[in-house]
């Protein structure tokens, strides 16, 4: 009862503390002037977002800074996708050559696949995101390729992201235990239904708060693109405290909407890593509670009560 008192006790010291702190910091920042100059500044500095200066009205600034935030979304959601694709091909290209997850080929074929993977990755990781999307939105012309703005942007943020991307990967695949990978090779299966069954299904949701984290900083990331043009978000909003004179007041609205975007995407993040799933075919209350190797045993049943029901339907008349 004691600590639970004093949790309240903190809880309530602590917002209390926390709304001094921003009354002081609203009044602050309105002044000089008595009360009543410093509310009249705050109106007017406000005004674009309830009221609208000049011939605009509030309407008309909103639908402004929606078009940028759908086309921030467009970005995020085309970078994102595609992200996912080339750092999971980069991770596997990586370690062709693990023992642990070995591609069969000649090791002269699997060296010339994960040789290029890790310079590209370990090149694109040390480049500031910032200079690698100036660079691919001046390039690409000299390169003879057209390129929009927006679409210079989004293979830059692709590019890095799936370098970043490619890294979470490996390490989440690294991280399954070695009986795992001696369970799939035990059964006979081929190195893509390894991947399938096996290995990505729970590297995967192992890897959810480490993707969720990263996909948060791209979509932070395509404010980046106001650089090269493309009137995103940011580029709108700093548009508008251009004319209204208020870049506290825009900027706050800025952070707000991206606090909002990024939020939802970390609630479902999280709903997603603890809500049911299905792990390669297996439910996962059928897997929650067992070891590692009877985790793999139920995984690869699955799969094969699935071919025997394809083969099943493809000799029945």
Same mark, same amino acid.
């Given at each position: 009862?004691?600590?639970?008192?004093?949790?309240?006790?903190?809880?309530?010291?602590?917002?209390?503390?926390?709304?001094?702190?921003?009354?002081?910091?609203?009044?602050?920042?309105?002044?000089?002037?008595?009360?009543?100059?410093?509310?009249?500044?705050?109106?007017?500095?406000?005004?674009?977002?309830?009221?609208?200066?000049?011939?605009?009205?509030?309407?008309?600034?909103?639908?402004?800074?929606?078009?940028?935030?759908?086309?921030?979304?467009?970005?995020?959601?085309?970078?994102?996708? &595609?992200? &996912?694709?080339?750092?999971?091909?980069?991770?596997?290209?990586?370690?062709?050559?693990?023992?642990?997850?070995?591609?069969?080929?000649?090791?002269?074929?699997?060296?010339?696949?994960?040789?290029?993977?890790?310079?590209?990755?370990?090149?694109?990781?040390?480049?500031?995101?910032?200079?690698?999307?100036?660079?691919?939105?001046?390039?690409?012309?000299?390169?003879?390729?057209?390129?929009?703005?927006?679409?210079?942007?989004?293979?830059?943020?692709?590019?890095?992201?799936?370098?970043?991307?490619?890294?979470?990967?490996?390490?989440?695949?690294?991280?399954?235990?070695?009986?795992?990978?001696?369970?799939?090779?035990?059964?006979? &299966?081929?190195?893509?239904?390894?991947?399938?069954?096996?290995?990505?299904?729970?590297?995967?949701?192992?890897?959810?708060?480490?993707?969720?984290?990263?996909?948060?900083?791209?979509?932070?990331?395509?404010?980046?693109?106001?650089?090269?043009?493309?009137?995103?978000?940011?580029?709108?909003?700093?548009?508008?405290?251009?004319?209204?004179?208020?870049?506290?007041?825009?900027?706050?609205?800025?952070?707000?909407?991206?606090?909002?975007?990024?939020?939802?995407?970390?609630?479902?993040?999280?709903?997603?890593?603890?809500?049911?799933?299905?792990?390669?075919?297996?439910?996962?209350?059928?897997?929650?509670?067992?070891?590692?190797?009877?985790?793999?045993?139920?995984?690869?049943?699955?799969?094969?009560?699935?071919?025997?029901?394809?083969?099943?339907?493809?000799?029945?008349?």
């Amino acid at each position: 009862m004691r600590k639970r008192i004093l949790r309240w006790t903190i809880g309530i010291g602590g917002s209390a503390a926390f709304v001094a702190l921003f009354v002081w910091a609203g009044y602050r920042m309105y002044g000089p002037g008595d009360i009543g100059e410093r509310v009249e500044r705050f109106q007017r500095r406000w005004a674009p977002f309830y009221k609208g200066i000049g011939d605009g009205t509030a309407l008309n600034y909103w639908t402004f800074v929606g078009r940028g935030l759908i086309l921030t979304l467009e970005a995020a959601v085309i970078s994102i996708l &595609l992200s &996912l694709f080339f750092g999971t091909l980069l991770a596997l290209l990586r370690l062709t050559r693990n023992p642990r997850l070995r591609f069969p080929a000649p090791t002269v074929v699997r060296y010339a696949l994960s040789a290029p993977a890790t310079t590209l990755i370990q090149t694109i990781r040390s480049a500031p995101l910032f200079l690698l999307i100036l660079y691919t939105f001046i390039a690409a012309p000299k390169l003879g390729l057209q390129l929009t703005a927006l679409r210079a942007g989004i293979f830059a943020l692709t590019l890095y992201t799936s370098c970043v991307l490619a890294e979470i990967i490996r390490a989440g695949i690294l991280s399954l235990d070695r009986g795992q990978f001696e369970a799939a090779d035990a059964i006979g &299966l081929s190195y893509v239904k390894k991947l399938r069954f096996v290995v990505l299904p729970q590297a995967m949701r192992r890897m959810v708060p480490s993707m969720v984290s990263q996909l948060v900083t791209l979509i932070k990331d395509t404010s980046l693109l106001s650089i090269i043009t493309v009137t995103e978000l940011y580029r709108r909003l700093y548009i508008i405290q251009q004319q209204a004179f208020n870049p506290i007041e825009t900027f706050i609205v800025a952070g707000v909407i991206y606090f909002v975007i990024n939020f939802a995407l970390s609630t479902f993040a999280r709903r997603l890593e603890v809500g049911p799933s299905r792990v390669g075919g297996a439910s996962a209350a059928a897997v929650q509670g067992l070891g590692v190797e009877d985790q793999t045993l139920v995984v690869t049943e699955a799969a094969a009560g699935r071919g025997r029901t394809s083969s099943h339907s493809r000799t029945d008349p």
